[in-house]
């Protein structure tokens, strides 16, 4: 766990890699949680029988469950204890390279692009690959925008 207690310590973290989380189980629990708090219940995600016949043997994580572990898995590899407040400004560029069976394990490799200055402090482009266990290809590919406020 890397700590940035200061924003020039972030900024002269910038084009670096900073870690990689542990490995997260992504359950059928998981997924079910998501689609009840979402509205999405695609057959995909969440019928066990069903899935178990399509095209991927078996049920997948939503992409946007996947994205929506993206501070939690931030949360394993860096801290931000800087002395203003922390925003999610939004995302830039996101993909989803190959669908996630559920009863796989995921980990984050985080790497922070442009630090950039503001008039209150950094904006911080955080950069994520979440691989998948034993796969070639990872699930998500997304770059978050912090603002970190001084």
């Known amino acids: 766990m890397q700590v940035f207690g200061t924003l020039d310590e972030v900024a002269s973290a910038a084009g670096q890699e900073i870690g990689t989380s542990d ?31 399509g095209p991927f043997g078996g049920t997948i994580a939503h992409g946007y469950l996947t994205l929506s572990l993206l501070p939690m898995l931030g949360g ?56 998948i266990e034993g796969e070639p290809k990872p699930a998500c590919v997304a770059e978050m925008v912090v603002l970190l406020l001084g």
């Open 23 to 53: 490995w997260v189980l992504i359950d059928q629990d998981r997924v079910d949680a998501f689609a009840e708090a979402t509205g999405d219940h695609q057959w995909i995600h969440v019928d066990v029988d069903r899935a178990a016949a």
């Open 76 to 131: 394993l590899v860096y801290q931000f204890e800087t002395p203003g407040a922390r925003l999610n400004y939004g995302l830039n560029k996101v993909r989803f390279p190959m669908p996630l069976r559920v009863g796989k394990r995921i980990r984050a490799r985080v790497a922070f692009g442009d630090v950039a200055d503001l008039p209150q402090g950094k904006q911080v482009a955080i950069r994520f690959t979440i691989e």
